[in-house]
């Protein structure tokens, strides 16, 4: 079955006009929902019919610097409230979040253009870093010991690094605001937030909401902005920055390492990903087709941990490709908030020309489409889901990120082979594998270079659960109990023998 696309391009509908009327636009700087110092001001785009929805304050250099002075201003009576009052704060933006899901996920379709399902999906999911680090708030300790000679006492506490600089993309923007922010606060940490252009509206109004919740004025600063090297840059290089955390492409994060350098910041880099899916001859082939829809077509393939490429055994590799092609091929195309849409428009044309380049390259040294392999046309961003098979070694959408609905599937004869290919990329986010042999589990654990694996399932992400990679894929690591540490500095303290 083909992709079926129908959707009304003309415009948003009453009811989305009137919410978008009601949404923050301005930025946040101590406290203060103000203009951008010089007036500027930027659109935001449906990508699903290329319609403004609003524009917003477009955030100058001065305005950041303004936020970085409210952030460091504060960050000593933040750092001074009691972790109890910081985690309260927290538990009461993740049941205000909670109540105002539908809000949320409607914006996020707007701006992003995923179907509401995964954007109720997203709330739930980024609600829950608020909960998690409510509760971690209370448990930053450090320790008190004898040193080994007898002659000393050994005190090591932990203390907020200061004030941080989040930038954040445009694929989750809800998730990795709260990833972020929801530990700097539970640490005591103060910060300013640059969200992606793209998709600045979700972030702002998740500011409202910490607002209400009783966040106090310069904790939480939001600069929007359509130049960020210009915003950035001179807050990475200030003395009064003290950590800097960064999603997105590789390109850039290696970009702001460096820049990071000069002011040693500790930093945080959740980068690319070229995550490999494997399926091994003995897998439970309808739970590996199933693993593989969510690992491939969350978030329309827009997703760093999404599985860019399918390692089957030569023996379940001709039927795992065309049942995931009949099941990709059956899917809706559409607006997002449209009843039944299951795959709604990739974020921009950029994306959308990026995608197809990389089907086209691998078409053209001998791949073949089983379904999609062509953007839809007419109005939006779209591009089909796309089974690619008989794919070259060489082809590029081997060993790039393809961002976009598109699986291109390779085979393998044994274990060794598959580790080979899963290990030949310069990322090491995550990998999936699909076994019955838990020996083998183990093992394919242990030598797939990554930060996560999935074994046996197509999801990873969970805010209990370190989120991370190594190689090329960043540094750092986001939830669970390891998330607060990155937003902690140790201090050691020498105590003379009180005897």
Known sequence: ????????????????????????TQLYVDGQWTTASNGGTSAVEDPSTGVVLTRIADASPADGDRALAAAARVQESWAATPPRERGEILRRAFELVTA???????V?????????????????????????????????????????????????????????????????????ATRKIAPAIAAGCTMVLKPANLTPLTALLFTQVLEEAGL????????????????????????????LSFTGSTGVGQQLI????????????????????????DADLDAAIDGAMV????????????????????SLVREFSQRLADRM???????????????GPLIDAKSLAKVDELVRDAVAGGATALTGGAPTGGGGHFYPPTVLTNVPAAARILHEEVFGPVAPVVSFRTEAEAIALANDT????????????????????????????GLNTGIVSNPAAPFGGVKQSGLGREGGTEGIEEFLETRYIGIADPS
């Open 1 to 24: 079955m083909e992709n079926t696309l129908t959707f009304d391009t003309a415009a948003l509908t009453g009811a989305e006009r009137a919410f978008v009327e009601s949404l923050p």
């Open 100 to 106: 105002r899901a539908e809000d949320f996920a409607l």
């Open 108 to 176: 996020m379709t707007l701006e992003m253009g995923k179907p509401l399902a995964e954007s109720r999906g997203e709330v739930a999911y980024g609600a829950e870093f608020l909960r998690w680090f409510s509760e971690e708030a209370v448990r930053v300790s450090g320790r008190y010991s004898t040193a080994p000679d007898g002659k000393s006492r050994l005190l090591v506490t932990k203390r907020p690094v200061g004030p941080c600089l989040f930038i954040t993309p445009w694929n989750f923007p809800l998730a990795m």
């Open 216 to 243: 106090p004025a310069g904790v939480l600063n939001v600069i929007p902005t359509t130049r960020p090297g210009d915003v950035t840059g001179p807050l990475i290089r200030d003395s009064r920055l003290r950590k």
């Open 258 to 281: 460096a820049d990071s350098a000069h002011q040693v910041l500790r930093t945080s880099m959740e980068l690319g990903g070229n995550a490999p899916f494997l399926v091994f001859e």
């Open 295 to 314: 690992a491939k077509l969350r978030n329309m393939g827009e997703a760093c941990t999404a599985a860019n490429r399918f390692i089957v055994h030569e």
């Open 329 to 343: 091929g059956g899917l809706k195309l559409g607006r997002g908030s449209e009843t039944g849409t299951n795959i």
């Open 426 to 453: 310069e990322y090491g986010l995550v990998a999936y594998a699909y076994t019955r042999d838990l020996n083998r589990g183990i093992r394919l654990s242990e030598k797939v270079d990554v930060g996560m694996f």
